[in-house]
């Protein structure tokens, strides 16, 4: 196998916390964590709120709270996530579609917002391919983001996201708060990516969503790695799966959610 | 929209209307009697010759009919004569007003941008020393009367450095006819930068709230995700987003940089309309004080609507709501 296009090893995020007068206390965030995502492979990292999922999402990035430590190494294409070699790939290799639709600039039309970081001579061609590709139109691109749908804006990160030299796109819970067809409508745009060679990490906590878009799935908790299972063996009453706590995740699914085998919808 | 000028018209009919009925019950109620300070303290009148003037000015009629007398001829354009110059009010106002535009554009200006910039520069550096400069710069001086400020300035710089005269517009003994451009500059200094001073602090302290709020956001955390420089953070999301606000403010706080001119006009004897609007109330010029209080409602209420103006030509999520 080639060399995995992300690598996260022994990562440890804690934040640094005033307590009483001016002592301070460390709270841990992340406990070393290791997993790595190929080319056109989708892993998704499954969990509760505060199991540390959008923080591995904001240690890659660079982008945790002033108070934040980290530790452990993180490998982009073999070598390691400095801050000055963040400046040169975030937005070029790497991109983020970020958990929420207030991460669109209120004041700026979102055509201009997806021509951010594309070359000026060729910006405006692109977001037109780009508006097309993702089903938008195009006088939609002189619109502000209030004006838009919740959908809408979901298609307008997606295409803000695409890059011709992107090789790793991280998606934070890019699905909460859709109807079903919009669900698969994000899911497909992130197999279409896959499919195109670059890997994605998908940050969800929605298993369905999870099981029937990745090959494998990370399932943290408390900031640690619980396990890592295959896609495939959330099926059943999970006895495939290889964790106790994968198992409960999965059978604490509303039981309605199931069809008799729990094959149709993941197949 | 027509609808909305009309509502806006009535809306400043009503506020003069307002303005000019409790500044009238001030005056009339003020003990500066204004036919006593019209001949002078020194000046003995007997009761025949002061119920005269009394009968003369109106001043025996109840004072309700002296409000409407004067509301009704001001609604045929007619401001009055003033009881100090001896000429229209509409002439003192208009020669006065001059000087205090030129002042409060200077401060109005020079205060909006220095302001906008300190407190980006507040909001960027936040919890270091230059956030800690312009907090306390800005603390101290909204905690500082405009007159007192002024008094300062004239001991440290016309004083002790001999920098700038002491006051007036032009150098004393000087028909103003014959005051140089230079020398207008040189007198203008000092109130001008008294008033930018203060205002100053206003705007780069609501300037530093906003701007912290917007590097604080998600768009600006996602601006930094997708690989955007501190330089380019600023230039796509940050003056966007802060300038609306700043500009509203800045055209809101007309009110108190008329007040600021009052002031400041005063201890610097600048011939402005603040200093004026002194004179009057102290010499109980009724038709001028009342004529300058009304100039300066609609002064407030033009930097108010250019203000809303403004907010919904910079901010689409207000438009919408116009």
């Excluded at chain 1, 801050?83 to 983020?96: D, F, K, M, N």
């Excluded at chain 1, 890059?163 to 890019?174: G, M, N, S």
């Excluded at chain 2, 009339?28 to 009394?54: E, F, K, M, W």
């Excluded at chain 2, 001059?98 to 507040?122: C, D, I, N, Q």
Aim: glycine share 10%.
């Amino acid at each position: 196998m080639s060399e995995p296009v992300l690598a996260v090893s022994g990562l440890d995020v804690s934040f640094v916390q005033y307590a009483k007068g001016l002592r301070t206390r460390t709270v841990p965030g992340i406990t070393g964590l290791d997993l790595e995502v190929a080319e056109g492979e989708i892993l998704a990292v499954l969990g509760a709120s505060g199991s540390g999922k959008t923080l591995l999402a904001q240690a890659i990035l660079g982008i945790l709270p002033h108070n934040a430590r980290t530790g452990g190494e993180i490998l982009f294409r073999g070598s390691r996530l400095t801050p000055a070699r963040r400046t040169r790939v975030l937005g070029r290799e790497i991109s983020y579609i970020p958990q929420s639709v207030t991460s669109l600039d209120p004041l700026m039309p979102v055509g201009a917002q997806v021509r951010i970081g594309l070359d000026a001579a060729v910006a405006e061609r692109v977001r037109r391919r780009l508006f097309a590709r993702y089903d938008l139109q195009d006088h939609v691109a002189g619109r502000y983001p209030h004006q838009l749908s919740g959908g809408m804006l979901r298609r307008v990160l997606f295409a803000t996201s695409v890059r011709d030299t992107v090789r790793l796109v991280i998606a934070d819970e890019p699905t909460p708060g859709l109807h079903a067809e919009a669900v698969e409508e994000v899911l497909r745009h992130l197999r279409e990516l896959a499919v195109s060679g670059v890997a994605v990490l998908l940050i969800t906590h929605d298993i369905r969503a999870a099981v029937s878009v990745a090959r494998r799935v990370a399932v943290m908790r408390e900031g640690r790695l619980v396990t890592m299972e295959t896609a495939d063996a959330f099926t059943g009453d999970g006895a495939e799966l290889r964790h106790p706590f994968a198992r409960d995740l999965w059978r604490a699914l509303p039981q309605n959610q199931f069809s008799p085998g729990g094959t149709e919808w993941h197949s | 929209m027509p609808k909305l000028i009309v509502l806006r018209l009535l809306r400043l009919a009503t506020l003069l209307a307002g303005v000019s009925a409790l500044a009238f019950t001030l005056v009339h109620n003020s003990p500066i009697d204004p036919i006593q300070a019209y001949v002078g303290a020194d000046v003995n009148l007997t009761d025949a010759q002061y119920a005269a003037l009394r009968e003369h000015w109106g001043l025996d009629r109840p004072p309700v009919e002296q409000y409407l007398a004067w509301a009704g001829s001001i609604i045929q354009g007619d401001l009055g004569v003033s009881t100090l110059y001896k000429i229209p009010v509409a002439d003192v106002i208009a020669t006065r007003f001059g000087a205090s535009l030129a002042l409060m554009g200077v401060a109005w200006l020079l205060s909006g941008l220095l302001g906008y910039a300190l407190g980006v520069l507040a909001a960027i550096r936040r919890g270091r020393f230059a956030d800690r400069a312009v907090s306390w710069y800005s603390y101290t001086l909204s905690s500082t009367p405009t007159f007192w400020l002024g008094i300062v300035f004239l001991v440290v710089f016309s004083v002790w450095l001999g920098w700038f005269p002491v006051g007036l517009a032009g150098p004393y003994g000087v028909p103003a006819a014959e005051v140089t451009f230079a020398e207008r500059v040189h007198h203008f200094v000092l109130p001008a930068l008294t008033l930018s001073a203060v205002g100053v602090a206003n705007i780069a302290m609501h300037t530093r709230e906003k701007m912290t709020d917007v590097l604080n956001s998600d768009y600006v955390a996602f601006a930094r995700a997708r690989g955007e420089s501190p330089g380019q953070i600023l230039r796509n999301h940050g003056f966007r987003n802060s300038a609306a606000p700043a500009v509203t403010l800045q055209f809101a706080y007309f009110s108190e940089l008329f007040g600021g001119s009052v002031l400041a006009e005063t201890v610097f004897s600048y011939p402005g309309l603040g200093s004026t609007l002194t004179e009057a109330a102290l010499g109980g010029d009724v038709p001028l004080l009342l004529g300058i209080v009304l100039l300066s409602a609609v002064f407030v209420f033009t930097g108010n609507v250019i203000a809303d103006i403004v907010n919904a030509a910079l901010d689409p999520r207000v438009r919408r709501r116009a």
